[in-house]
């Protein structure tokens, strides 16, 4: 049997060619809708890039003005990487290995080989490095804070999640800061072969667990929960958690010995939100004020929340806020107010349901990747930070206790994501890339980052070649068949890579004399001497090939979250200052950030329903797409089929829509201080009356409407903030933004992202 795998889920392959099909692997309890797009999207003509090409104007004349609707020049292989290698060699012999970003966000396949990522920075880095980015637009706040107040990384903490399995028939209260949805746990960076979140979420329903969702969306738990809807303002739910924090000081609920015991801190946490620090008591009524939930409701809940074995979750998008920090560091405390943290169905979780292998019951494995090699360059910034750094060279931003200086950078070369996609203030971005002097990317579509590039090679999709899925936290391996051919001169990353290593001298090097197929069976040689170590005996890897899919043996493994430190705090201390949970952290306050000091804080968003600015303005909302992941497939079936006169819905609750004057269906016109951008109405009572939800990832497309630059495709991204959550983590705060809406009344403009740019002939003098 045949298989492939991505992000979005594992297939069975069946026929071959144009009768090929993709079907859903029989044991996965719910198959992604996303999936349902992928072989549409790799065969679109349309977006498909099919030969080497350079942006004409810079081709004669060096131009920088990519406006994304430039023609390009095709050319031949040869003559294509003699170009980027040049220009390669010529910034680093000019400016310094410094002076190139190289940008890549990992998403673009499931396969531990052809991960474009590792194989850009393992290129990069034989040729002297690069400057680099660090932590995720996923979960940046918590990548940061997660390490001083618990002493793990974020990818620990989260693979120490207390385990599905001991939340069923113990949990009885799951109150879902940012909801537990299906729809963001469709995807995971490694591949998954299954889908479960919403099959463990009516299992613990269907065992007695009462289940609370606190989101201005209702749809951010299934619908078979029968959850209690609390919808506070947007990035409110610190002041929220604090009111219910001050309820249990005030009745005395909070378990004073377990705070005792096991953190570090609370005195201070609990004079501040006692009033005593700043003359402000976080009380119930406080917390309504600010938040629009009723006083009784949040009493209540404390009370309820204090006498039942609760779990507290938070969803990843919660952080990605203005001082996002802070929910996570509050609803952490929050938990230990309890004193639950450490027991079966209680606590506190991160990532529930924000990617699908959180929280399942099964053993880590550190399976082997292709590695980087050292970057001899020092240099990086946040990864939100990509358009002050190519805005502002010789600034600097404050990160986790640093001031970092921002190099001069001449030539960006990114491969593996869209930035067009995940960044914030799109319009602020567009003019940001046009400041190096060369952009190089490697990309599978025509995307808005392709067509803002100089040199834009093609790459092969995960369908078009083969590869490995190798998930730590799945329980099974897969071999990822090559389903189709290439499309027109597309390439893989590691031969385009591979043609620039020959241009440096460093191809036996980068290549260890492997092809494709020798990487493969390298990677399986390692992952069987991993698998040993864990009691575990892969198949050779010929085997392997033939099985298309390994299922380990016994793989079950259940995870209390700070199950080994509540057992014995002296013998197993957390890796902090103190060895227990940092309420209170010294380390951070020396910082000395006003937006992040030593504690968690109340502090007003830049922009929220509360300011006095806000009147008749709403809270952009803006959470994973359920049929596309990030910008991929965009061009799919899928997606296409969601959209609304080929523009992204936009979702209304009806009291709304009809102040406004505009029903389901409509164009409107969404504005912000950054941007403008067209969307499609959908009407829907599961909305906080004065917020506007979106899914991210329309493809970009701006362009000039009678004077004013229009997203006419409707990415949400074109109306967000650029800012960093902090001076600690720097985080994204893409839910943090107050938008205008009106009804379009004008033509309704031509998409052009949906198609190829112009291809030109070339000129030869």
């Given at each position: 049997m045949r298989y492939t795998a991505a992000h979005w889920g594992t297939y069975v392959v069946e026929g071959k060619a144009d009768g090929v099909s993709l079907n859903p692997l029989a044991d996965d309890p719910q198959p992604s809708t996303i999936g349902r797009g992928w072989l549409s999207a790799v065969r679109d003509q349309g977006t498909r890039i099919r030969r080497p090409s350079v942006r004409r104007a810079w081709l004669e004349k060096r131009d920088r003005d990519r406006t994304g609707d430039d023609p390009f020049v095709e050319l031949p292989w040869d003559e294509a990487l003699d170009l980027a290698a040049d220009e390669l060699r010529r910034v680093v012999d000019t400016h310094g290995n410094k002076a190139i970003f190289g940008g890549s966000y990992g998403w673009a396949s499931a396969g531990r080989f052809h991960?474009?990522?590792?194989?850009?920075?393992?290129?990069?880095?034989?040729?002297?490095?690069?400057?680099?980015?660090?932590?995720?637009?996923?979960?940046?706040?918590?990548?940061?804070?997660?390490?001083?107040?618990?002493?793990?990384?974020?990818?620990?903490?989260?693979?120490?999640?207390?385990?599905?399995?001991?939340?069923?028939?113990?949990?009885?209260l799951l109150v879902c800061f940012g909801g537990i949805s299906g729809r963001t746990a469709q995807v995971m960076s490694s591949g998954t072969t299954g889908h479960e979140v919403e099959s463990w979420l009516a299992r613990i329903h269907r065992a007695g667990a009462r289940v609370v969702n606190i989101s201005p969306r209702r749809a951010d738990v299934p619908g078979v929960l029968d959850a209690e809807w609390i919808a506070p303002r947007p990035n409110t739910d610190t002041a929220l958690m604090m009111g219910l924090a001050h309820v249990l000081i005030e009745e005395?609920?909070?378990?004073?010995?377990?705070?005792?015991?096991?953190?570090?801190?609370?005195?201070?946490?609990?004079?501040?939100?006692?009033?005593?620090?700043?003359?402000?008591?976080?009380?119930?009524?406080?917390?309504?004020?600010?938040?629009?939930?009723?006083?009784?409701?949040?009493?209540?809940?404390?009370?309820?929340?204090?006498?039942?074995?609760?779990?507290?979750?938070?969803?990843?998008?919660?952080?990605?806020?203005?001082?996002?920090?802070?929910?996570?560091?509050?609803?952490?405390?929050?938990?230990?107010?309890?004193?639950?943290?450490?027991?079966?169905?209680?606590?506190?979780?991160?990532?529930?349901?924000?990617?699908?292998?959180?929280?399942?019951?099964?053993?880590?494995?550190?399976?082997?990747?292709?590695?980087?090699?050292?970057?001899?360059?020092?240099?990086?910034?946040?990864?939100?930070?990509?358009?002050?750094?190519?805005?502002?060279?010789?600034?600097?931003?404050?990160?986790?206790?640093?001031?970092?200086?921002?190099?001069?950078?001449?030539?960006?070369?990114?491969?593996?994501?869209?930035?067009?996609?995940?960044?914030?203030?799109?319009?602020?971005?567009?003019?940001?890339?046009?400041?190096?002097?060369?952009?190089?990317?490697?990309?599978?579509?025509?995307?808005?980052?392709?067509?803002r590039a100089d040199i834009v090679l093609p790459a092969t999709s995960p369908l078009e070649r083969e590869d490995i899925m190798l998930n730590r936290r799945d329980g099974s391996l897969v071999f990822m068949d090559k389903v189709l051919e290439p499309l027109g001169e597309a390439r893989d990353d590691h031969a385009i890579f591979r043609g620039l290593a020959e241009r440096f001298g460093v191809v036996d090097t980068f290549t260890e004399g492997r092809d494709q197929d020798g990487w493969l069976?390298?990677?399986?040689?390692?992952?069987?001497?991993?698998?040993?170590?864990?009691?575990?005996?892969?198949?050779?890897f010929d085997t392997f090939r033939s099985m298309g899919r390994f299922d380990r043996p016994d793989p079950t493994g259940e995870v209390i979250q700070f199950g080994d430190f509540i057992a014995d705090p002296d013998g197993n201390p957390l890796?902090?200052?103190?060895?227990?949970?940092?309420?209170?952290?010294?380390?951070?306050?020396?910082?000395?950030?006003?937006?992040?000091?030593?504690?968690?804080?109340?502090?007003?968003?830049?922009?929220?329903?509360?300011?006095?600015?806000?009147?008749?303005?709403?809270?952009?909302?803006s959470g994973q797409?359920?049929?596309?992941?990030?910008?991929?497939?965009?061009?799919?079936?899928?997606?296409?089929?969601?959209?609304?006169?080929?523009?992204?819905?936009?979702?209304?609750?009806?009291?709304?829509?009809?102040?406004?004057?505009?029903?389901?269906?409509?164009?409107?016109?969404?504005?912000?201080?950054?941007?403008?951008?067209?969307?499609?109405?959908?009407?829907?009572?599961?909305?906080?009356?004065?917020?506007?939800?979106?899914?991210?990832?329309?493809?970009?497309?701006?362009?000039?409407?009678?004077g004013e630059l229009i997203d006419v495709h409707g990415n949400p991204n074109t109306l967000t903030i650029d800012k960093g959550t902090s001076g600690l983590a720097q985080g994204n705060i893409a839910h943090t933004a107050l938008i205008e809406i009106r009804k379009w009344v004008g033509p309704l403009p031509d998409l052009t992202i949906d198609r190829q740019p112009p291809i030109e002939d070339r000129i030869v003098y």
């Open positions: 991960h474009a990522q590792s194989q850009l920075r393992r290129f990069l880095n034989l040729i002297g490095g690069y400057t680099r980015s660090v932590d995720t637009y996923s979960h940046a706040a918590g990548e940061v804070l997660l390490p001083h107040v618990t002493g793990m990384s974020n990818g620990l903490f989260q693979d120490c999640m207390t385990s599905w399995s001991l939340l069923d028939g113990n949990t009885e005395g609920l909070a378990d004073r010995s377990f705070l005792q015991r096991y953190t570090h801190g609370w005195p201070v946490l609990e004079a501040y939100i006692k009033g005593e620090t700043d003359g402000i008591a976080k009380t119930a009524a406080w917390a309504s004020a600010i938040t629009g939930v009723a006083e009784a409701r949040i009493r209540d809940l404390a009370r309820e929340m204090a006498a039942k074995r609760t779990m507290i979750s938070l969803a990843w998008g919660i952080q990605r806020a203005d001082h996002g920090e802070q929910p996570l560091w509050m609803g952490l405390a929050l938990a230990a107010m309890l004193g639950q943290i450490g027991t079966k169905g209680g606590g506190f979780g991160f990532g529930y349901g924000s990617t699908t292998p959180v929280g399942r019951p099964i053993r880590s494995l550190p399976w082997p990747s292709v590695a980087q090699g050292r970057n001899a360059v020092p240099d990086y910034i946040p990864v939100a930070k990509i358009a002050d750094l190519l805005l502002d060279p010789g600034g600097s931003c404050t990160y986790n206790g640093k001031t970092l200086v921002y190099p001069d950078i001449r030539l960006v070369y990114w491969t593996g994501g869209n930035p067009f996609h995940a960044h914030q203030d799109l319009n602020r971005l567009a003019e940001a890339w046009k400041r190096p002097e060369t952009v190089i990317v490697n990309d599978i579509w025509w995307t808005p980052t392709a067509r069976r390298h990677l399986w040689e390692q992952s069987s001497k991993v698998a040993v170590q864990h009691g575990v005996d892969l198949p050779d890796a902090t200052p103190s060895g227990r949970i940092q309420l209170h952290s010294e380390v951070i306050a020396g910082f000395g950030l006003a937006d992040c000091p030593g504690h968690p804080v109340w502090i007003e968003p830049t922009e929220w329903l509360g300011a006095k600015d806000s009147v008749g303005r709403l809270h952009l909302v797409s359920i049929s596309r992941l990030h910008g991929q497939l965009d061009n799919g079936s899928v997606a296409r089929a969601t959209k609304i006169d080929g523009r992204e819905p936009v979702y209304l609750h009806p009291t709304t829509a009809q102040r406004l004057g505009i029903g389901s269906g409509d164009i409107v016109l969404l504005s912000s201080h950054r941007g403008k951008a067209l969307a499609g109405v959908v009407v829907d009572d599961g909305i906080r009356e004065d917020v506007a939800w979106m899914g991210t990832g329309a493809w970009y497309d701006a362009q000039q409407i009678d």
